[in-house]
């Protein structure tokens, strides 16, 4: 069964401090895996894009990496701000359906000051 | 890339009443998609929009309480009829490109 499981469910952290967020993936064939942030009441943003031969991709202080062999993704937010606070989401899309994706259930960071 | 512009951003409504959403996209998209998040949860496809065609409605959706009109390539609308306070979510359209999901910034529905 194709499934996208993250955790943790929510975390809170200090302003400034580093966290780290895990998506676990059971889909297949994987196309790719993108990481979503989302404001409160908003719709999702995208920080960055995984394909199967990539193993880390950055963008500015968020730091994602795959491990395709063990379907596992991490998303590191380096030195957190305020504005980090919301709710980040893993989704694997497949490679024979390129309408199909699969979305994980999101991890809620709250950082406070 | 797309940019989605989705409106309203915002509504409360009374039960009993529709509310249409309107999603427009800045290029031609073959599929679009509507999802529901219900508070806390994460996105639930309700269904795709196929240009020229029937939306095809997933598992629990239903296409009386979700109409769905798709004129052309460029733009899609969602109602949700006879609303309940059941139905306060995020309604959210999106497209997908080569594999990519790019969404619009949502409507977030309260029904009293």
């Known amino acids: 069964k194709n499934q996208v499981e993250q955790s943790p469910q929510s975390l809170i952290i200090l302003e400034g401090k580093n966290c780290t967020l895990q998506?676990?993936?059971?889909?297949?064939?994987?196309?790719?895996l993108r990481w979503y942030k989302q404001d409160t009441g908003r719709g999702p943003v995208s920080l960055t894009i995984m394909t199967f031969s990539e193993n880390t991709k950055s963008n500015g202080r968020y730091t994602a990496t795959l491990d395709a062999d063990t379907k596992q993704s991490s998303l590191h937010i380096t030195a957190s701000q305020l504005s980090d606070s919301a709710s980040y989401i893993c989704?694997?899309?497949?490679?024979?359906?390129?309408?199909?994706?699969?979305f994980g259930s999101g991890t809620k960071l709250n950082v406070k000051p | 890339s797309a940019v989605i512009s989705q409106k309203p951003s915002r509504d409360i409504c009374q039960r009993g009443t529709s509310l249409t959403i309107q999603c427009q996209v800045d290029s031609q998209v073959t599929m679009m998609f509507w999802y529901r998040q219900q508070p806390g949860q994460s996105l639930t496809l309700i269904a795709t929009a196929n240009q020229g065609s029937e939306a095809t409605y997933e598992s629990g959706f239903v296409i009386d309480k979700f109409p769905i009109s798709r004129p052309n390539l460029t733009f899609s609308t969602l109602t949700v009829s006879n609303m309940s306070p059941e139905d306060s979510s995020i309604y959210l359209c999106?497209?997908?490109?080569?594999?990519?999901?790019?969404f619009g910034s949502g409507t977030q529905l309260s029904v009293l």
């Open positions: 999106s497209v997908g490109i080569q594999g990519r999901l790019f």
């Open positions: 989704v694997v899309s497949v490679s024979h359906n390129f309408n199909k994706f699969y």
């Open positions: 998506c676990n993936y059971t889909v297949s064939p994987f196309s790719n």
